[in-house]
């Protein structure tokens, strides 16, 4: 296998910025959810984007897959989706006389769950090993995932029909959530007249491979985050376990994934060293769709993005020393 050697933090920067521009050419009007999306990759982290169909969830996952030149899967889930069509099963083969394993949807560099929440509970559950350990486990072997690996989750509002809420350890495993929102009118005009010439996601052309990529998180593990940076984002965290409005707080994987995240965007910055500024532009992020609020929290309409934002604000930040 051929090493790549470990870029500097500016050429990590000007690499993420390759990445979200070619992406920019078919999602239109959204460069901070290309950011976010291209964050959580170089952060080793797992993406849930939330939102009502026709909006571009798929778009901005398949183009994600597009700009780094390595494999890339489709999982559409059903409600009758196995958990063996999402790792892979045991086959036996008649020439051999031995069991084969068939590798399932999961093996792949980017993995596009798409509407997650119309599968049962327990066939989402078949996700979890995968994305906490990079590995799965079947018929008593494991076998490990391809570098770098994210899952890409798109799922609709649970209030709409035929859907199932994931269930907390599931949602724990994503880093970030983002919403697409509805574009801007001139981004939803500019993205009809570009339609008209054909599909153009096939126009997104890759920018980098999986080894350059993987090489570039080997660097943005160097960032370094000061003590008192990790007392920050925990304060964070405990905050929100002890918060009125929420029956459920942040884990400490959250508070994990909420350093991952910040030493990316320092890297991006051009930093090789996180400060406050750079955890609280995250932390909603992050962290909303981990907590539960209280029954009283949501007839008040207090959501979580919202709570999330107030504790952010409360907490001291930390001088720089």
Do not use: C
Request: without cysteine; glycine residues 6%; proline residues 7%.
């Amino acid at each position: 296998m051929i090493q790549h050697a470990t870029p500097s933090l500016p050429e990590v920067s000007q690499l993420a910025n390759r990445m979200s521009e070619e992406m920019g050419r078919v999602i239109v009007g959204k460069p901070t959810q290309i950011r976010m999306a291209v964050t959580v990759l170089l952060a080793e982290g797992h993406l849930l984007i939330e939102d009502v169909p026709g909006v571009g969830k798929t778009v901005l996952a398949r183009a994600l897959g597009r700009v780094i030149a390595g494999e890339v899967k489709r999982i559409q889930f059903t409600p009758d989706l196995l958990p063996s069509d999402v790792t892979g099963v045991s086959v036996f083969n008649q020439s051999t006389r031995e069991f084969e394993f068939k590798q399932g949807g999961i093996f792949a560099h980017i993995v596009l769950g798409d509407e997650i929440n119309r599968a049962s509970p327990k066939t989402q559950s078949a996700l979890l090993e995968a994305m906490a350990e990079n590995q799965v486990s079947a018929d008593g072997h494991t076998y490990r995932l391809s570098r770098p690996f994210m899952v890409i989750a798109t799922q609709n509002p649970i209030e709409m029909e035929g859907t199932y809420p994931l269930p907390e350890a599931q949602r724990d495993r994503f880093m970030a959530r983002i919403t697409m929102g509805y574009p801007a009118r001139q981004s939803e005009v500019a993205m009809l007249t570009a339609q008209a010439g054909g599909d153009q996601l096939n126009t997104v052309q890759p920018v980098t491979d999986a080894a350059t990529v993987e090489a570039a998180i080997k660097a943005i593990r160097a960032v370094y985050v000061a003590p008192v940076i990790n007392d920050y984002i925990v304060a964070i965290s405990e905050a929100t376990r002890t918060h009125p409005d929420l029956r459920l707080g942040a884990s400490p994987r959250a508070s994990l994934h909420l350093m991952r995240a910040s030493r990316v965007v320092a890297a991006l910055a051009g930093r090789d060293y996180v400060i406050p500024e750079d955890v609280g532009s995250l932390a909603v992020e992050v962290l909303a769709h981990r907590v539960l609020p209280t029954v009283e929290a949501q007839v008040a309409h207090r959501e979580p993005a919202g709570i999330i934002a107030s504790i952010v604000a409360s907490v001291p930040t930390p001088a720089r020393g």
